[in-house]
């Protein structure tokens, strides 16, 4: 992969790159800093991706580790009472179900981002979380409960 | 669906942005040594297995993860907390150099103006890519200094995996896990490694493990937090080894002193029942249940 077909296709994730740090890190600083090891692991191990279908998946994965790693590096935890900062007002509905989500406990709410906000699959969920299929399905069950408030029965797994 | 989604979040930040964009633009410039707010290896946790050898199973006193603290060189007002070493008991060589390399580091470079110089370094030798704290000759010349001192060798390689299978054969053990949905890390040439990894007995465990081969030096460390804060006690496991437990809020620290190898487990969940990786509260039973999920034996 050249260096410019990796620069469009990591430009083409950034929103997605965000999603996913924002889901599990609360600081500015510490998303941008997940987010520039992900892209340098990537980069470093672009050889080992053998189907480059399979790209965005991937990177996703490494941004995972990488704002876990953070996480454990600093002893940080997410908990209830720190929930994420909230990123601009909206003057839709959408807020409420985005804070609903960020609310969340890190195993739904990561489940959550990455079925419904950014369309993985619950195999490639499955594989980027480590966890078991029936677990990303449970889970999302789970999650969609503490939805369904919010969202009715619009969403279905 | 998806487009409704989107608007969850608004638009990415110019900072976000920014970084994205200043680090593809220096990916071939700098592809050795990154800006980190935390150059520090990772946090993995060590299991402590106590092994058994011919059926007789080594004593485990209970140090106390106080007793294995050590200095933290990367400490915030935001990430506060005792660090603890995770290569042995307070007497041991590995301890104690790990102990000293902590102490170097702490008085090393505090501005970081040496870090900026060595952006982009490449003259360093290979094989101080093992120890990312390691980014100048000074350090490099330091940590082989403090090695020697304790009659520790260095890691020289590694090789990733992401399977049981693929650990247990680099490793050069037999199994040692039990209920294991996931695991994966890296192994070094000695059969130390550090893993991240899953288990789904009774609960769904989320955990680190490393394992860390005596006359080895390495500079991993764990930050617990509050050391003191700690419920502790010697646990015998299923297979006969004895295992120090150390129950937190947040987290629960496994260790195990056996006689060629060193072990660590950081159970990423504790009383609190409130972490990102387990929101269930961990009891004294269910520690002691994970425990039993590792051969400790295995892992000497």
């Known amino acids: 992969m050249t260096k410019d077909d990796f620069t469009i296709q990591i430009l083409d994730m950034k929103k997605t790159l965000y999603h996913i740090a924002c889901g599990i890190l609360r600081s500015e600083a510490d998303r941008e800093d997940a987010v520039q090891e992900c892209i340098c692991k990537a980069w470093e191990k672009r050889d080992s991706l053998k189907n480059d279908s399979a790209f965005r998946a991937w990177v996703t994965r490494i941004l995972i580790n990488e704002c876990y790693d953070i996480c454990r590096r600093s002893g940080k935890v997410i908990v209830m009472d720190e929930l994420p900062e909230i990123i601009a007002p909206e003057e839709n509905d959408n807020r409420e179900l985005r804070d609903l989500i960020m609310q969340m406990d890190d195993i739904y709410r990561l489940p959550i981002l990455l079925f419904y906000v950014e369309g993985f699959s619950i195999r490639e969920i499955a594989k980027m979380l480590q966890i078991p299929e029936g677990t990303v399905k449970s889970r999302l069950h789970a999650g969609r409960a503490k939805l369904r408030n919010v969202l009715g029965d619009e969403i279905t797994v | ?300």
Request: proline share 4%; net charge negative; aromatic share 10%.
């Open chain 2, 1 to 300: 669906m998806k487009e409704s989604w989107d608007n969850l979040f608004g638009e990415v930040p110019a900072s976000f942005e920014a970084r994205i964009n200043e680090t593809l633009a220096s990916l071939e410039e700098k592809p050795k040594i990154r800006r980190l707010r935390f150059p520090a290896g990772s946090l993995v946790a060590a299991v402590l297995a106590v092994a058994i050898l011919g059926g007789t199973a080594l004593a485990t006193n209970l140090f106390g993860l106080r007793s294995i603290t050590v200095a933290d060189p990367y400490a915030t007002p935001e990430a506060a907390g005792d660090v603890i070493a995770l290569q042995g008991e307070p007497e041991s060589p590995e301890f104690k150099a790990n102990a000293e390399w902590m102490d170097f580091l702490s008085g090393y470079d505090a501005d970081g103006a040496l870090l900026a110089q060595a952006s982009g370094d490449t003259a360093l030798d290979g094989k101080y890519d093992l120890y990312p704290s390691v980014y100048t000759q000074e350090m490099a010349d330091k940590l082989e200094e403090i090695a020697a001192g304790h009659s520790l060798r260095l890691h020289t390689s590694l090789r990733e995996f992401s399977s049981e299978k693929e650990l247990y054969s680099l490793a050069g053990t037999g199994p040692f896990l039990s209920d294991c949905a996931a695991i994966n890390g890296y192994v070094y040439e000695d059969g130390s490694f550090q893993a991240d990894g899953t288990s789904v007995a009774d609960k769904c465990y989320e955990f680190q493990l490393g394992r860390y081969r005596k006359g080895v030096f390495s500079e991993v460390t764990l930050n617990v937090g509050n050391a003191d804060a700690y419920e502790e006690w010697l646990y015998t496991t299923a297979s006969g080894v004895d295992v120090q437990l150390s129950m937190g809020a947040d987290r629960c620290v496994l260790l195990a002193d056996l006689p060629d190898a060193f072990v660590a487990i950081n159970l990423l969940g504790g009383t609190s029942g409130n972490t990102v990786f387990m929101p269930e509260p961990v009891s004294r039973e269910d520690l002691e249940t994970f425990a039993d999920l590792f051969d400790f034996a295995a892992l000497n």
